[in-house]
């Protein structure tokens, strides 16, 4: 009774202990599936129609990303002999022994087993099943193993090999067919394993934590470059990426790219070329080769010259684009963790720790090092530093005449790093499926007497002036990502200030980094007349540009922006005169204001400096405009330019309306914090209507507001003492309509008769 117990026992911590998994594949022309543990390190090679037979083990110790641990039995099932082939997770005291059926143990074997592979015979089993136990300190693992012999002799274990091999080395430990059919792997619930799958010359990366039984089933894409190397390729949400780093030697039409070993002639090329790590080809066999940016230009505009408007990639396949690149980070979640999901999990090709790699993606990331564009750094001789620590990879986004776009990942860190740097530098590349998208947008500007163009980027606040009959070139890219965490060790890490940018990079182009989906403000200038636009760019375009005189008494010049279907302009007033010359008083005196019933105007705190900025306050009586009082206001005078006048309530309203009432002030504010207090909620300016919080005056002379309120005139009485006017706030984001006293004093911005 005891003996059946135990062995119950036995079978039920079996049965708990080792659930199975059955998992198939399949696939058009499915010849062979690689299962990698992407936490153990076992590898098995399940043929197509085999099965994938995971043993589901719970209760034991969690192992380091560089060892295996298991039990191998071999032959099973047995005649005379097998062998057991053992990888304890940790070394000391273990006990081996041999059950049958009856729970009675045949042999046994107590001793001091090493953490390293060894090997023991087992002899003397006669005919039937039986169960093979391991038990160490803190561990226990179980096999089944099935005698056909005809033994009559004495059960007994022997030790016959102590292998003390790097377990790296040998992780093909359990690579074995259990049973024909099958290939049996040990697994715990939540690892994570990475197939292979193999159809002719192609093959397919997936990744897959098993729950349950289920069939896999692949496709297959070709992926071969101009040297006839055929890559695995792996799908990551919407993209289909290489999932090695390439190594060709030729374009993809089977033009050769020539190798430059010597480091002068390295530095001195302004079209592709390659190199081996070290000048050693077989570096190239693990991490892929090293290209200059000229190898992977795309871009229309400068891939003739380049590279003579080859592909470097395989047919159907190209050099991502900056904004590509984004695309993988996005969908990994961002790029402080994007890092880690793309790394090779261990510390055979990284060096250690190789922070937070899961390669969970299978995109399998190696740390190729690089090759420095300007000769030998840190001490190499060669210019090649850093392989086994940090993998860089192109884009195919140009950044500026001299630098361009590339992402880089570090052995000690878990972030996808988005940097830009020198073209002539060598990086290995990471292909991906389609055709290019344009890493650059180009951007034209026309109109009449058109002289220049202020591009200012409402996101992140960098400004270029270009030229007329100049063009805007975009980089599709965001900013340096994470400049302050980077371990360059050596490499020159360009770090983006606001103006680094407002340079002319090549006769005739000027370049802006940009990311998909920022504004642009445009300010075009013909003559003394200044026209604005914004603009989200999403391909190469011309914008056209008309201009309209905005001239006040003084003659200073406004830029205009066309909203709707209003003209309005594009700052606050800040004449002295009416439009006909007359001056209009300055009152500084507070008293003197609160007593004032026909037009003036003041600087707020009478410092004529804030008008320069934030344009001057008036009284309403400065700008009323209304036929039966105007007359005693201001003398029937308009404060607005010739042709424009100040709006009226309704025009105020449409144009709240057109932009929407509950976000019109975020779209109407100029962004940023160098004007506004903080936190300007979610200012935009996407009109380009730049609204400044230029305050007040109150009726009683006193000032306040600057800084965090835009208060403006409307030319629409509520009665006689009160008139509508509109403010907007740092803190809210809709414009308020409100009454207030026709002796405060206000911003004035003028509409365009039609």
């Given at each position: ?125 006669k005919n039937g099943l039986h169960i093979i136990t391991v038990q160490g300190n803190g561990y226990q693992f179980s096999e089944k193993l099935l005698s056909s012999g005809k033994s009559t002799g004495t059960a007994n274990i022997t030790r016959i090999s102590n292998n003390n091999q790097a377990v790296a080395e040998k992780k093909s430990i359990l690579n074995f067919k259990g049973v024909q059919g099958n290939v049996n792997m040990n697994y715990a619930v939540g690892q994570r394993l990475k197939y292979t799958a193999v159809s002719g010359n192609n093959s397919t990366v997936m990744t897959d934590i098993p729950t349950a039984d289920k069939t ?318 914004t603009d989200i760019p999403t391909a190469d375009e011309t914008v056209t540009f008309t201009f309209t005189e905005c001239k006040d008494g003084d003659n200073n010049h406004y830029p205009v922006v066309q909203i709707g279907t209003q003209l309005w302009m594009a700052e606050n007033l800040k004449t002295t005169t009416y439009n006909e010359g007359t001056a209009i008083p300055n009152i500084t005196v507070d008293a003197t204001w609160e007593a004032t019933i026909t037009g003036a105007f003041c600087d707020y705190d009478n410092t004529a400096a804030n008008s320069t900025t934030f344009g001057r306050l008036y009284n309403w009586y400065a700008v ?131």
């Amino acid at each position: 009774m005891k003996k059946l117990l135990f062995l119950l026992a036995v079978f039920s911590s079996l049965y708990t202990n080792a659930q199975t998994y059955s998992i198939s594949f399949s696939g058009t022309g499915l010849s062979t599936i690689k299962v990698q543990n992407l936490t153990t390190g076992v590898i098995v090679d399940v043929p197509a129609g085999d099965v994938l037979l995971l043993s589901v083990i719970t209760g034991i110790p969690e192992v380091n990303n560089v060892t295996s641990s298991g039990l191998k039995v071999y032959p099973n099932p047995m005649m005379d002999k097998s062998i057991l082939e053992l990888l304890p997770p940790l070394a000391g005291d273990a006990i081996i022994y041999v059950c049958d059926m009856t729970g009675t143990v045949l042999t046994q074997y107590k001793g001091y087993i090493e953490n390293c592979i060894q090997e023991f015979s087992l002899s003397g089993i006669k005919n039937g099943l039986h169960i093979i136990t391991v038990q160490g300190n803190g561990y226990q693992f179980s096999e089944k193993l099935l005698s056909s012999g005809k033994s009559t002799g004495t059960a007994n274990i022997t030790r016959i090999s102590n292998n003390n091999q790097a377990v790296a080395e040998k992780k093909s430990i359990l690579n074995f067919k259990g049973v024909q059919g099958n290939v049996n792997m040990n697994y715990a619930v939540g690892q994570r394993l990475k197939y292979t799958a193999v159809s002719g010359n192609n093959s397919t990366v997936m990744t897959d934590i098993p729950t349950a039984d289920k069939t896999v089933t692949f496709t297959f894409t070709e992926c071969k470059d101009g040297d006839n190397n055929n890559y695995p390729v792996v799908q990551i949400g919407t993209q289909l990426w290489m999932e090695e780093n390439l190594k060709t030697t030729k374009y993809n039409d089977g033009t050769t790219i020539p190798n430059i070993t010597d480091n002068t002639a390295w530095e001195a090329l302004t079209t592709g070329a390659y190199s081996d790590y070290d000048n050693t080809p077989a570096n190239s066999t693990t991490y892929g080769r090293l290209y200059n940016w000229f190898a992977v230009d795309n871009n229309a505009a400068t891939r003739v010259a380049s590279n003579g408007g080859k592909n470097v990639c395989p047919v159907s396949w190209h050099v991502p684009g900056d904004a590509e690149w984004t695309i993988l980070s996005d969908f990994l979640e961002g790029e402080t963790i994007a890092g880690g999901k793309l790394k090779e999990t261990g510390t055979t090709h990284w060096a250690s720790p190789n922070t937070s790699a899961t390669n969970e993606t299978g995109f399998t990331a190696l740390p190729g090092g690089y090759r420095d564009g300007n000769g030998p750094i840190d001490g190499h001789n060669d210019g090649y530093s850093h392989i086994q620590e940090n993998g860089n990879w192109w884009s195919s986004a140009e950044y500026s005449s001299i630098n361009a776009r590339y992402v880089d990942m570090y052995h000690d860190y878990n972030d996808l790093f988005r940097v830009n740097y020198d073209k002539k530098f060598g990086y290995s590349v990471r292909c991906v499926s389609g055709p290019a998208k344009p890493s650059t947008y180009s951007i034209s500007f026309s109109g009449t007497g058109l002289s220049t163009v202020q591009v200012q980027n409402l996101t992140t606040g960098v400004i270029v002036d270009v030229p007329a009959g100049d063009v805007l070139l975009l980089t599709a890219a965001k900013g340096i990502s994470k400049v302050n965490n980077m371990k360059s060790a050596g490499l020159k890490v360009a770090v983006e200030k606001k103006s680094i940018l407002d340079f002319k990079g090549v006769q005739s182009t000027v370049y802006m980094a940009y990311s998909n989906g920022e504004r642009l403000k445009y300010t075009a200038v013909s003559g003394n007349n200044s026209t604005v636009m914004t603009d989200i760019p999403t391909a190469d375009e011309t914008v056209t540009f008309t201009f309209t005189e905005c001239k006040d008494g003084d003659n200073n010049h406004y830029p205009v922006v066309q909203i709707g279907t209003q003209l309005w302009m594009a700052e606050n007033l800040k004449t002295t005169t009416y439009n006909e010359g007359t001056a209009i008083p300055n009152i500084t005196v507070d008293a003197t204001w609160e007593a004032t019933i026909t037009g003036a105007f003041c600087d707020y705190d009478n410092t004529a400096a804030n008008s320069t900025t934030f344009g001057r306050l008036y009284n309403w009586y400065a700008v009323d405009n209304n036929a039966a009082t105007m007359v005693a206001s201001n003398a029937g005078k308009n404060v607005c330019p010739v042709s424009w006048h100040v709006p009226s309530d309704a025009e105020w309203t449409t144009l709240t309306t057109f932009l929407g009432e509950t976000f019109a002030g975020d779209k109407l504010k100029e962004p940023g914090k160098t004007h506004w207090l903080s936190p300007n909620t979610d200012a935009t300016n996407e009109t380009g209507f730049t609204t400044l919080p230029g305050g007040f005056r109150d009726s009683n002379g006193s000032y306040g507001g600057i800084y965090a309120s835009g208060l403006l005139w409307s030319s629409t009485e509520v009665n006689p003492e009160n008139i509508w006017g509109r403010w907007l706030s740092y803190n809210f984001t809709f414009v308020g309509s409100h009454t207030v006293g026709k002796q405060t004093g206000y911003s004035v911005r003028c509409i365009r008769d039609f």
